[in-house]
Structure formats: C-alpha cells, structure tokens
C-alpha cells in the first residue's frame, strides 16, 4: 500500500545575491559604474569652485602665510611672520599649502586638493563596502557620500573636515583590510592615519577609535594575545604619527615660534585638552564666544539626541539616519548565524560605532558646535546603509527581512518629506513625489515573490526615495557660493537660525568673482565690502575683512620696510587686509580677539621697534573676553585710540603706528 504525505510541497527561498566578489573579479559592469560616479562627483565638487573666492578666510590667510614661509607652514601660522597660530593643528594647511606654492595662491589652488579629497574619499568607501557585500552595495554607499550636502559643502571649502574625513576614510579601510587576516601592517596604517587625523581638527579624529578598536578585539582571526599586542601596536603608531608635531611644538622655546592661537597660556597641550578638546563637550572654553546648555539652548543650539534633526541641522547629513540605524540592526540580526570572524559583521560594527558614537557625542556636546561638523557622520551613514541593506536583502525570503527593507525605505521617503517641506520654496513637486514612491516602494518590496523586472523597478524607485532628496540640496549647494567661517549646506530653512544658520551672524553665501578669482573686495577688488558683524569693510568675529583698492593700496606703501604692514584685532578681520595685500599682518588675540598675543607691553615694544606699520580699527574686538579669555586686545585698542591719531580710508579707521 502507497503511503501519502499530509506534509505541504517545499517551497525554494529566493536564492541570495552574489556574495563578495573577489578583487579583479568584478562583473563587466561595475568599472564603468564606478568610473561614472567618481567622474560625477568630481563635477559635482569642481564646478564653479572659485566662485566661492577664499571661502574661510581665516584658513585662507594661514595658507597663503605658508605659502611663502616655511616656519608659517610647520605651525599653521595666520601671517607669514608667524605671530600667531590658528586655533588648530596645521596638517590641512600643508596639503592647501603646498598647492598655493606650487600653482600660486588662488581660491583654486586652495580649494582643488578639498575636491578632489572628496573623490578619493567616495572612492575609498566604495572599495570598503564592496569588499565585504557586493559591488552595487559600494557604489550605493559612495552615491551616498557624494550626494550628502554637507559634505558637498565641506568638499569645496578649506576647513579642516574634508582632509579629516579622508584620513579617517583611510583609517576605516585599512581596518577594513586588518580583520580580514588579522594582518599588523594594515592595523598600523590605521592608527598612522588616525594619528594624522589628530594633527588635522585633534581630538574628533579620535572619535572612530573606541568602536574599531572594540571590533578588532572581539572580530579578528587570531588569538586574543595577539589582537591585543597588534592593538598596542596601532596606538602606538597613532601616538607617534601626531606626538612628533605636539612635542616639537610644545618642547620649543616660545621665543622661537608662534602664540599658540586659542590658548590662554601658549601651550599646545591646553588647546588640545582645553579649548580644543574637554571643553568642547563641557563647554567649558576659556575665550571662547560661548558654549551650550546642558538640556538648553545655548550660544550654539540646544543639546539632545534630536539636535541633529531639527531646522539648523537637520537638512546637512540626517536624511538616512533613520534607515541606517535600522539597517545596522537588520544586518547584525541576517549574521547572527555567521562565524565570530565574519568580515561583513566586522565592517558593520567599525562602521556602525563610528556613526553612533559621533552621532552621540555631536547631540550632546555643549562647547562650540557648527552644523557642517555633520560631514563627520557621511561616510559612516554610507557605509552602514551599503552594508546593511546588501545583508538584509541577501535574507529578503524572510518576513523580517522584506519588512526592513520596507521600513528603511517609508522612513527615509517620509524624513525627506519633512526636511523638503522646511525650504517651502525649494523644487516644491520633489516632495511630493519622493514620499509616493517611497510608498510605492515600500509596498512592491513586502511582496514574497518578485520577478526580475519588478525587482528592478522596486530597488530603483527605493534608491529614487533615498537619494533624491539631498541629491536635490547637494547640487543646490554646489551652486551657491560660501563664504564666511560658519557656512551651511543646501537652501534656506524655516526656523534656522543662531550661528551657522539662516539669520545668523557667521555668514553663509559670498560673491562670486568672474573667472574663479576671488570676489571682488577680498582679493583686492574695488567691490562692495560685505561687512560683519560691526559693518563696514572691517570683518568681524566671523566674517573676514574686505578692504577697498585704495586701502590695500595704503598697506602695500612701503611695505618691505615693516614685518608687519598691519595689526587688527581678531584672526578673520585680519585675513582679508592679508591676503588683499599679500603682506603679513598680525591678528591681535587670535580668532576670538582673546588670546593675550600681544599684550600691550608686547605691542608697544615692536612699534617701538618699527615693525608694524598700521593698526586698522574695528572687527571683532573683545569679543571672547567674555568667556574668560584676556582683554590684552582690548588694552592694545585703547592705547591706540589714545596714543595715533585716527583716519579714515575706504570706509575703514586707520591708525598709522609710525608717526606719533
């Protein structure tokens, strides 16, 4: 007698897509892929770059010091006489730097090597994801990246963040290579590149460290003696690839170099630790404009884990947050079977902590705070969407799976949705329109059985909702010409405002100048000034300086005969009479006008000398003397007013410090 079985017929899962293709084994459409994005982001990041003239002036004038002195290079000096330093270790000067003395000093010069930092960095990213997922999983994440508006901002600007976010890159890669074969060299490359990282905004560069460290410890294929020596071994290569620089500085005779600008005490140590490190989480900043609020809102924003999301922030690298904590967590659930050493799971967990960590601190830091310090969260939120949704994909059989997918898709449509309707008057159809193929996604990807075809439609109109949003702010951004030293990406924003939004008083757009020079007015034209803070052409605490001909004009009269043909209170009032004249002039009191470099004593003793040549009122005078930091500028302004008799040229009070 024939038995019969009550038991259902066997249904095949979905097969899984490719696992990581090997190197060199790329199918034949992936090359011309990545070819066509890198090309696209290199247009995206060079197009029109010079409009933006000198963009932060105040690293704009340290770079054209460096340019023509070697000591001002080694120590990131404001003027080529190196009187005082920015307020920041110097290596993004160098690479700025070496471009100004190789092709002249130009906004081009200055801003290319930022470009095309930002290529490469799409670049490394994509070979990160692809070689643990799947090349089309590298190519999304690095669209992701490209397509981030701020760092579409910080890419076409001279801030330090665009060399950061490439060494830190750099650093994830090679981590990326380390727990692969748990090999020593790539770890050691790491730490070199993080210890760089150090030397180009400190303490931020160490915020990747914990979690990589973490995921080594636990992920690499070695024993656990080992991984532990190896990671010695990379924190010692991190500790000597910035502690040469800090040592030398810090070791130095202060009679040898440069004020240590941002410091109260001329030390490097207390920028590193003080203003620019413990203080920024605390807000404790000696002669710092002003710092947060604990749960409040402060000088710059209100603290909590939504900072990130409201009107000022959230347009600048927020869009797949949301996806990317969801697909974190999805790909780590689709390996939960997976050996400890899976190299996918270990390049979710770098790349994870990196984003949650740096998001964490971001939210709640107190101390000084610019929206364009998000471009820090791009790679990482590429990263973790490439790698989570090719992981969770791979297991889309399952209910769980197609529901994250869908979940990252509606929440990323509907995010877009928001963030689209605070610019009311910015492409309004894409708003709209994103939200209801982000649905229509959604849907098709719940469905348990999908042909090629409507496979295809569904993964298109997902990367339709993902990307068109802040590919919309991306190329809004690169359109528009920034200047200033707080600068935000993509169009106006209702309700943004306080430093470094909409209605601030950072400054945000500049002028642009015909043929990639400098707007007129800051390269030396005849332009209208723009003005800071105190108006006029003098600059201010965050706007440089925007001397007429005829003032440049004055400043260049007998200038070989003066090591400083000016002196003006604050870093960026200073810049602009710098780089419009091409001769050093001295920043009283460092960025914030607070530093004591000089004191009165000090000043009076090198006019005495016959070293400086004019003293140019107005800028930001005082203003970190607020927070604790020295009143010597103001002392120096005093004794000025009282002692010269004050003119007026091209809009600007001038005192002529060689007749008394």
């Known amino acids: 007698m024939t038995s019969t079985s009550l038991a259902p017929p066997r249904v095949d899962p979905l097969p899984p897509p490719p696992m990581p293709t090997p190197p060199g084994k790329d199918l034949s459409w992936v090359r011309p892929a990545l070819v066509g994005l890198l090309a696209l982001t290199a247009v995206l990041y060079l197009w029109g770059l010079g409009a933006s003239g000198w963009a932060n002036s105040f690293y704009a004038a340290a770079v054209q010091a460096g340019s023509v002195s070697w000591k001002a290079f080694f120590f990131g000096s404001s003027d080529a006489a190196s009187s005082i330093t920015v307020d920041k270790t110097p290596a993004s000067l160098w690479v700025m730097a070496l471009s100004a003395r190789v092709f002249g000093m130009s906004s081009w010069s200055m801003l290319v090597p930022q470009a095309l930092m930002g290529v490469a960095s799409v670049g490394l990213l994509y070979e990160a994801v692809r070689r643990v997922t799947t090349p089309a999983a590298g190519l999304f994440a690095g669209a992701v990246l490209a397509l981030t508006p701020v760092a579409v901002l910080m890419f076409r600007f001279n801030n330090p963040d665009a060399l950061l976010v490439l060494l830190l890159m750099g650093a994830a890669y090679a981590m990326t290579r380390a727990v ?70 810090e070791l130095m005779p202060a009679s040898a170099r440069p004020y240590i600008g941002g410091s109260q005490h001329n030390s490097i140590l207390e920028l590193v630790i003080g203003y620019n490190g413990l203080g920024r989480l605390s807000g404790n900043e000696t002669g710092s404009v002003g710092g947060g609020g604990g749960g409040g809102t402060g000088m710059w924003g209100e603290t909590g884990i939504l900072r990130l999301f409201d009107a000022e922030m959230g347009g600048q690298a927020s869009w797949l947050v949301p996806a990317a904590l969801l697909l974190l967590v999805g790909g780590l659930v689709a390996l939960r079977r997976a050996a400890r050493t899976d190299v996918a799971r270990a390049a979710l967990l770098l790349w994870g902590s990196w984003l949650v960590v740096t998001f964490l601190t971001f939210s709640f830091m107190r101390g000084i705070f610019h929206a364009y310090y998000n471009v820090a969260l791009a790679p990482a939120i590429g990263a973790t969407v490439g790698i989570g949704a090719a992981l969770v994909w791979r297991e889309r059989a399952a209910l769980w799976a197609r529901c994250v997918l ?77 200047t200033g030293s707080i600068v935000t990406a993509g169009p106006t924003v209702a309700g943004s405002g306080g430093p470094g939004g909409r209605g601030g008083f950072g400054g945000q757009r500049g002028p642009g100048g015909p043929g990639g020079q400098p707007p007129a007015g800051v390269g030396g034209g005849t332009g209208a000034p723009t003005g800071g803070p105190t108006g006029g052409g003098a ?31 604050g870093s960026n009032t200073a810049s602009g009479y710098q780089l419009a004249s091409g001769d050093p002039v001295m920043a009283i009191g460092g960025f914030n ?25 107005g800028g930001g005078m005082g203003m970190g003397s607020q927070r604790g930091g020295s009143n010597a500028s103001g002392e120096i302004a005093s004794w000025v007013s009282s002692t010269y008799t004050a003119t007026t040229v091209g809009g600007v009070t001038v005192y002529d410090l060689s007749a008394r």
């Open 593 to 617: 006008g607070s530093d004591p470099s000089p004191t009165l004593a000090e000043l009076e003793a090198l006019v005495a000398a016959g070293t400086i040549h004019y003293f140019i009122g």
């Open 406 to 482: 869908a979940a990252a898709v509606l929440v990323s449509a509907w995010w877009a949705w928001v963030l689209l309707g605070r610019s009311a008057d910015f492409v309004p159809w894409l708003r709209p329109v994103v939200l209801v193929v982000g649905v229509v996604a959604a849907v098709a990807l719940l469905a348990p059985q999908l042909g090629a075809r409507v496979t295809a439609a569904a993964v298109t109109l997902s990367l339709v909702a993902a990307l068109a949003g802040p590919a919309a702010y991306a190329v809004e951004t690169a359109a528009t010409p920034h």
């Open 180 to 249: 692969e074969k748990a090999e020593t060299r790539w770890l050691l490359l790491a730490g070199t590149l993080i210890g760089f990282g150090f030397l180009t905004k400190m303490l931020q560069a160490l915020l990747v460290v914990p979690g990589f460290a973490l995921a080594y410890l636990v992920l690499a294929p070695t024993p656990v003696r080992r991984r532990i020596v190896q990671l010695l071994g990379a924190g010692l290569a991190l500790l000597v690839s910035c502690g040469w620089w800090i040592a030398t500085v």
């Open 539 to 569: 600059g201010g605490l965050l706007n440089g300086s925007t001397p007429t001909a005829e003032l440049t004009a004055l400043l260049q009269t007998n200038a070989d005969d003066y090591t400083w043909v000016a002196a003006a209170v």
